[in-house]
């Protein structure tokens, strides 16, 4: 892990990539835990920023990440999971991807579906 180019707080950007057709899903931030925590559950866990700490992708949705290989960039700054998504649903609006925009004409629309109502998914708040 001393390879890995770590933000001055520790933390390393981590992409989600769906390892049987290459769609990103998500990206999320991991510490040396979180990491360590991967690699060693096959799960992918990262870290909260906003919570301040270790999350369980899944741990409240269902909708684990299967972790199937673990890559580092060419500048050791940046982590991809190909995984395996449980249930089909990686982003928190319900959607399949967190990249669910695309820019039109100046404008951000969204391209594809909620598969599952996040209220469904997390309850209302």
Known sequence: ???????????????????????????????????RLTA????????????????RKG??????????????????DVIVLKV???GGIACHTGRRSCFYRSLKDGQWVSVDPVIKDPDAIYGSK
């Open 59 to 76: 741990e409240t949705s269902g909708h684990q990440q299967v972790v199937k290989d673990i890559r580092l960039d060419c500048d050791e």
């Open 40 to 55: 060693l559950e096959g799960q992918a866990v990262y870290w909260s920023r906003s919570r301040g700490k270790l999350w």
């Open 84 to 86: 395996e998504q449980k």
């Open 1 to 35: 892990m001393d390879v890995i180019r770590w933000t001055d707080d520790g933390l390393v950007p981590a992409i989600a990539q769906d390892a049987a057709t290459g769609d990103i899903l998500m990206m999320a931030w991991m510490n040396r835990e979180s990491l």
